[in-house]
């Protein structure tokens, strides 16, 4: 879709919902549910959660710093580890086309320069975003969401998006991440969640697709996470792990939220907060902690 599309729907455009039903042995009946299409709400404790088809251990960015982040050699190699799950940041490009890249700019992990958003795909689909890395990954290039989706899907694999807007352009990427994430994932039935630190982006993605899983990102923790979590509807608190306390994860869970811990990379450290409740976290050690 053309920026000015993405434009104007994150300007307030809605978009018609359309719900697949289907009955598949084991499941149930599936009907577009929001999160996750078998998204039968539990009492738990008081609070109203849903199903969480998602396992414990997220890759993060693909494979950790073992390769070269969100590229799709990355996360080849992070299902090398038995890893099913795969974090990795998403933005737009200057024509619109949804890529992989974590920075605002190209310099860090490709041999480009300049903006991302100052970019057409087609000049960013030539860049090399392997060399910086190692020689064993020269020429892999900037892979588009669609790329990624589909492999992940003919894998059995799963998602966690997280949006990374360039400046300025963040309810624009957040609906252009979700319409795009709905039409790729259509009928899946672990849907991807979609994360990010900016409640413009998310609060796009919620006006477009609500029906998608959501987790609003914190570095350091405010003392009102729980009402801007639940003001965005979402699904998970995804928090620095430094912040996370046995206290801080028991209250999420009352307040009917799942707790994403990120980044995890001491083994030690993982089991501590496993013990405290945390639901899912995400990880550069996909060599050192199993999935």
């Known amino acids: 879709m053309h920026r000015s599309n993405w434009a104007a729907i994150a300007a307030g455009g809605r978009v018609r919902e359309s719900f697949i039903v289907a009955f598949i042995p084991g499941f149930g009946p599936l009907a577009g549910a929001p999160w996750f299409c078998n998204s039968r709400r539990e009492e738990t404790g008081g609070a109203r959660q849903v199903n969480w088809p998602y396992p414990r251990m997220i890759a993060h960015r693909g494979a950790g710093t073992l390769a070269p982040e969100n590229t799709l050699a990355a996360i080849r190699l992070g299902a090398s580890f038995g890893y099913t799950m795969f974090e990795f940041d998403v933005k737009l490009a200057g024509d ?5 890249m974590h920075d605002a700019t190209l310099e860090r992990t490709t041999d480009g320069t300049g903006r991302v958003a100052g970019h ?7 860049l090399d975003a392997g ?3 190692s020689p064993a990954y020269a020429g ?8 990624v989706a589909r492999w992940l899907l003919r ?3 799963m998602a966690n998006i997280e949006i990374k807007p360039c400046p300025g352009r963040e309810a624009e990427t957040g609906a252009a991440a979700a319409l795009e994430a709905r039409r790729l994932w259509r009928g899946a039935l672990a849907l991807p969640i979609l994360s990010s630190f900016s409640q413009e982006a998310l609060e796009a993605t919620r006006r477009v697709a ?3 899983p959501r987790a609003l990102l914190f570095g350091e923790l405010p003392e009102d996470w729980a ?6 509807g979402c699904a998970a608190l995804a928090a620095r792990e430094a912040g996370l306390t046995d206290p801080v994860i028991a209250a999420a869970h009352r307040a009917g939220l799942r707790v994403i811990g990120y980044t995890v990379n ?7 907060l496993f013990g405290w409740g945390l639901d899912a976290l995400v990880t550069d050690a996909v060599d050192r902690i199993a999935p």
């Open 120 to 126: 057409a795909f087609g000049e960013l689909a030539r």
């Open 210 to 212: 609500p029906e998608l």
């Open 266 to 272: 001491d083994p030690a450290r993982a089991a501590a």
């Open 96 to 100: 619109g086309v949804l890529v992989l």
């Open 131 to 133: 060399s910086w890395h």
């Open 227 to 232: 009402q801007r979590c639940l003001a965005l």
């Open 140 to 147: 892999e290039s900037i892979p588009t969401l669609e790329r």
């Open 155 to 157: 894998n059995g694999l």
